[in-house]
């Protein structure tokens, strides 16, 4: 095992990976102060799956940018496995995210001149991995998305969900401690979206990836889950997988 696996192994199982703490993040817009997110407080466990819901402005995006170290905090603190990104060097900080942290976004983001193989191998080529290596691991990944038969076709010769599940699959790529989820079924029919949230599924249960997703379906939401309700920037509710088992019983 390469120095690199031991490392993300040892990570994989030290809790909490992700802590949030009085988190507040203020934009000014003229003379008015907007806070779109307040005294926001959480932790998340390796091999958990915390959903984060509510409506459009409710700051769940803006919370994923965040713990991605894509945007900076106004007050509090993100510790990713036991790291502040936000006090790192624009460098390290890149460097970072794409050792630990892999992206799923709702319009999947795929190169439209790069094949499916190759849009999964990129990732891989940026982080200089021999290209031997590089071709297994990308094999790998496609038949673990259930991609291998299309792995020579362009995303507009894609479906939605065949394109989501390559845009998995580069997510992946880099063996990631957390993947962060932005609304990953949002532009899909809701057939298809149920396929891929049965994927994500798998790949926490299965692959034991802890993910940060959010949406504003509650059909995402399953009873192991960790559920947590955004509100005008504030926690609103905060349901553990027991509570919700209780709750999907009653009903």
Known sequence: ?????????????????????????????GDSRINALEQVNFVVNAGSFLTVMGPSGSGKSTLLNIIAGLEKPTGGEVLILGTNIHHLSDRKASAFRKKYLGFIFQFFNLHPTLTA???????????????????????????????????????????????????????????????????????????TGEEIKQLLIRLNRVEKKTFVLVTHDYRMVEPFMTLIKLQDGKIKEKKEPSELNAQIDSM
């Open 1 to 29: 095992m390469s120095s690199l696996a031991m490392e993300k192994k040892a990570l994989k199982v030290s809790n909490p990976v992700i802590h949030v703490r009085d988190l507040l993040k203020t934009y000014i817009l």
């Open 117 to 191: 193989e190759e849009n999964v191998e990129l990732p891989l080529i940026l982080s200089r991995m021999k290209k031997q290596d590089r071709q297994k691991r990308v094999v790998e990944l496609l038949e673990m998305v259930g991609m291998s038969h299309r792995a020579d076709h362009f995303p507009h010769e894609l479906s939605g969900g065949e394109q989501q599940r390559i845009a998995i699959a580069r997510a992946l790529a880099n063996d990631p401690v957390i993947i962060l989820a932005d609304e990953p079924t949002g532009d899909l029919d809701s057939a």
